[in-house]
């Protein structure tokens, strides 16, 4: 019996949707090499397959979803499978999580490392902050960053992350995203801009428990 991991991809039956994504016979073994490093970066992978049918049906799904988010150089995914070594999780990512990672950017941190930098940000603490993120953190609207939720936060930051990575991907400049930096309503001392910064980095925290993110 092969081993779950060592299990090829069953070609997909034929499906008379003329939009389907054209998956190639390269495409396949591709997956299959990108399951094998991932299964051995998250070693609980079998909590999320338990069957070899649930695995091959995966590794189709993974297909598809490559080839319709146009994530299939070998440049995009390396960059995926080193963030995945680098991650605190034990589980085994999502096709959609794989994605986001394959679309960050050179020396650009993740995006959940990238979004808990909003607590500096908030206090004008900009040199805490890449410029590539600080792009992103500008590219919302002040009023949207004043009176929305970190969880409404997030799904606005979540575009502006591919954005500002796919034009530093390509080579093109972020100068013209960045802004001054946000006045503060007051002067504040030190001892209250750190409590201000704890304090919004709590409501962080706690908002990325809620969506389910690594902390």
């Not at 070899?52 to 988010?69: F, H, P, R, Y």
């Not at 999502?94 to 940000?121: H, Q």
Request: charged letters at 30%; hydrophobic letters at 40%; glycine letters at 2%.
């Amino acid at each position: 019996m092969k081993l779950v991991h060592a299990m090829g991809i069953p070609k997909p039956q034929k499906i008379n949707f003329s939009k389907s994504p054209v998956v190639t016979d390269e495409t396949r073994e591709f997956v299959n090499k990108i399951f094998i490093e991932l299964q051995a970066a998250f070693p609980a992978w079998r909590h999320t397959f338990q069957t070899n049918e649930s695995l091959s049906t995966a590794k189709i799904t993974w297909m598809k979803a490559l080839v319709e988010a146009k994530v299939t150089s070998k440049t995009q995914i390396a960059r995926g499978l080193k963030v995945a070594r680098q991650s605190e999780s034990d589980f085994f990512p999502s096709v959609g999580k794989f994605i986001s990672w394959c679309r960050t950017a050179e020396n650009v941190p993740d995006i959940e490392t990238a979004f808990s930098m909003l607590s500096y940000y908030i206090i004008d603490q900009q040199e805490e902050i890449p410029l590539e993120v600080r792009a992103m953190f500008d590219l919302i609207d002040r009023t949207v960053l004043r009176t929305k939720t970190e969880a409404d936060l997030f799904r606005v930051f979540k575009r502006n992350y591919r954005f500002v990575c796919g034009l530093v991907n390509s080579g093109q400049s972020i100068d013209e995203y960045l802004r001054e930096p946000l006045a503060l309503e007051h002067s504040e001392s030190f001892e209250q801009s750190e409590e201000r910064r704890l304090r919004v980095l709590d409501e962080i925290s706690k908002t990325r428990f809620k969506l389910g993110l690594k902390r």
